[in-house]
Structure formats: structure tokens, C-alpha cells
């Protein structure tokens, strides 16, 4: 009776349609080589905004696994740009320890070579001085410019707030 229900545990297991990987893009991506998508992330709020930066990655390797190469810009306005500064600045005392995490994803986005942007508007805006960004985020005077110049050369808009 044990070997009968340990073959039907490895049947539902192996044969089930509800596996994480048995899920396909489908029509979307075929045929597709590469996929092209500017995020625009405003969201201030700490724990929306590392799971915004979860999401993109995911998205980015989802795409590789595929055999499709992603080219992805994130553009960084409004609330979200206090989480890319330098040192202990722009935050309140509860939200610095993210800023570290941030920090991290923001570098491994860089490594996998995704382009980062910051809006300048929004940190003139929010009293941020320039020079106060992450050295490998890239500032740009008009994030709305930059998203609007990208959806123009084909990169799908993807809002994040």
C-alpha cells in the first residue's frame, strides 16, 4: 500500500500541470531575440520599492532563460530617488537600513548591464544634490524625456509605482 501511494505522490509531482516550470510565455516572446523595457520606478515606500527591484531581476533572468537577451534601463524619479543617494541622507532614521539593499540591487543591475537612471526634476524637486547619487547610476535632466525617447526607440514601458 506504501509503494502505491509513493507512486501516485511522484506521479501528481511529475505530471502535474500546476508546476512552476510547466508555465510558458506562450506567444508573447516567440521568435522574439531580445525584449527591451524601460521601468520607471517612483514607489517610496522601502519594501514596495526592494520588490519592485525583486521583480525586475526576475524578469530580466526569466528572459535569459528563455534564450532572449533583455536590454532594460531603470529610470529613477520621485520618492524612489532618496533610496539611491550616498550615506545616511534623505531618509528617515527607520528607512536607511534599505538603503543598503537598494544599494545592492542597484549594483548587481549594473553588473548584469542594465542602465540606471535618475532623474534630476525629481531631486531638484525633493532637495537632492546631485553629487549625493550612487556614482553608477546615471543622472538625467528629464526622466519624462528619457522614458518618452526610449518607448520611441522601442522599449516597452513598464510603470512601477
Known sequence: MKVIFVLL?????????????????????NGQKTIKIIFDVNVGEPEKLLLRMRLIDQTFSELQEAGIIPLFVVAFRGKASRFITRGGLYLPEEDRPYKQKM???????????????????????????????????????????????????????????
Not at 502535474?16 to 508573447?28: E, F, I, N, T
Not at 535618475?118 to 546615471?138: E, G, M, R, Y
Request: hydrophobic fraction near 45%; proline fraction near 5%; charge should be neutral.
Open 103 to 161: 544599494r545592492d540591487w542597484l549594483k548587481l543591475f549594473k553588473e548584469k548591464g542594465i542602465t540606471l537612471q535618475q532623474c534630476i526634476i525629481a531631486a531638484d524637486l525633493l532637495q537632492i544634490d546631485t553629487k549625493d547619487f550612487v556614482s553608477f547610476v546615471t543622472p538625467v535632466r528629464n526622466a519624462y524625456i528619457s522614458l518618452a525617447g526610449y518607448q520611441s526607440q522601442g522599449y516597452s514601458l513598464i510603470p512601477m509605482d
Open 9 to 29: 505522490i511522484l506521479f501528481l509531482f511529475f505530471f502535474s500541470p500546476v508546476q512552476a516550470s510547466s508555465y510558458l510565455h506562450g506567444p508573447a516572446i
